[in-house]
């Protein structure tokens, strides 16, 4: 990790030298960004869930994780959370103690220590597990997942984690009422998800960013059905992302 930037919200990021990406969206910010694309779409399709089971794809610098917290204990709400995160760089999870997360963070400073530390952390309703290796192998050690957050850096540089033969793991290890949000609106990366086996819907939650979200069955929900289908039919070349 090359470089440090502070985004419009006031949250920091990174820029990955690896993948010459930054971590998040430096036009909307890291906290914005965790909320927005994944946070509120899942917790406004599961609010009535009381208990849920995330997979956070990839940890990072872990915003996704800790704006899940933080969201959960601003709104007041009663939910018993279990999150598991793979993440291939130890040392960027071990240097997360020193990394300057703001003001909203500030009394969640004991969990980012102890997932810098040891990994994981535990208290009545909350469970973190974070795995240091490869996502791909982990997805299949899980199990009844309610909610992916699908936020690997894009597919032209890690189309390993955005091949239809992912998405099929977490096909598999997802309930039948999971919700896949992701930033992406590449078709190429709604094709992987929905030769799949997923239902593709897109959602414009700041009036100006479209972003998709994937169910496993077909609902009646507050987003637009993408009928890929026809998207095949009209644009004959675009191609889902295997791993051959």
């Known amino acids: ?9 006031g949250s920091n990021t990174l820029y990955s030298s ?13 906290i914005k ?3 927005v694309k994944h946070i509120v779409p899942a917790f406004t399709y599961h609010k009535e869930k009381k208990n849920l ?3 956070d794809i990839c940890f990072g610098l872990g915003y996704n994780t800790l704006s899940t917290i933080y969201y959960v204990q601003k709104n007041n709400l009663e939910k018993k959370l279990e999150i598991y995160s793979p993440e291939f760089d130890l040392e960027l999870i071990e240097s997360l103690k020193e990394f300057e997360y703001p003001k909203e963070f500030e009394n969640l400073k004991q969990i980012i220590l102890e997932l ?8 009545g309703n909350l469970k973190i597990e974070l795995y240091i290796g490869d996502a791909r192998e982990y997805i299949k050690t899980i199990k009844d997942i309610d909610i992916v957050y699908q936020d690997a ?6 189309k390993e984690l955005w091949s239809v033969e992912y998405f099929k793991d977490i096909y598999k290890c997802s309930n039948n009422d999971c919700i896949v949000t992701t930033y992406s609106i590449a078709t190429n990366v709604r094709l992987s998800l929905y030769e799949a086996g997923f239902t593709i819907y897109e959602i414009n939650p700041s009036g100006n960013r479209k972003q998709t979200f994937a169910l496993k069955e077909k609902k009646s929900i507050d987003a637009k059905y993408i009928d ?5 039919q009209r644009n004959k070349e675009a191609k889902a992302i295997y791993d051959k």
């Open 53 to 55: 089971k995330i997979v």
């Open 228 to 232: 890929m289908e026809l998207k095949k």
């Open 153 to 158: 850096f894009s597919s032209e540089v890690n």
């Open 33 to 35: 960004e965790s909320l």
């Open 18 to 30: 690896k993948y010459k990406q930054y971590f998040h969206d430096i036009k909307t910010g890291a």
């Open 1 to 9: 990790m090359t470089e440090f930037i502070k985004t419009p919200d």
């Open 116 to 123: 810098a530390e040891n990994k994981k952390y535990e208290d």
